[in-house]
Nanobody
Framework: QVQLTESGGGLVKPGGSLRLSCAAS????????MAWYRQAPGKQREMVAH???????NYADSVKGRFTISRDNAKNTVYLQMNSLKPEDTAVYYC??????????????WGQGTLITVSS
């Protein structure tokens, strides 16, 4: 069984910065994709950013130039550095990890979510 532990959420003023972390632990043979999603009140969950095993990244248009996703493969951890935060970034942020277990199955797991509130 694989678990994700998220940290770093909270309240921040517009224009401020936060850094999210998500560490994967458990029966992981290898990690493929690592990603961050978010869900604002009354809206559907949307992809914020993802990073492949080789380091290739992709971002939602709404966060390009402000957010940076990175990963530490030795720690099975993905980060999301968020700068120039706006009130519309307020949401619950979820980590997602796609991995292979020791049986070579390709599986996915979600984090529990962490709330980010951008408000003055």
């Amino acid at each position: 069984q694989v678990q994700l532990t998220e940290s770093g959420g909270g309240l921040v003023k517009p224009g401020g910065s936060l850094r999210l972390s998500c560490a994967a632990s458990g029966s992981i043979f290898s990690i493929n994709l690592m990603a961050w999603y978010r869900q604002a009140p009354g809206k559907q969950r949307e992809m914020v950013a993802h990073i492949g095993a080789g380091g290739s990244t992709n971002y939602a248009d709404s966060v390009k130039g402000r957010f940076t996703i990175s990963r530490d493969n030795a720690k099975n951890t993905v980060y999301l550095q968020m700068n120039s935060l706006k009130p519309e970034d307020t949401a619950v942020y979820y980590c997602y990890v796609q991995y292979r277990d020791y049986g070579a199955r390709l599986l996915g797991v979600w984090g529990q979510g962490t709330l980010i509130t951008v408000s003055s």
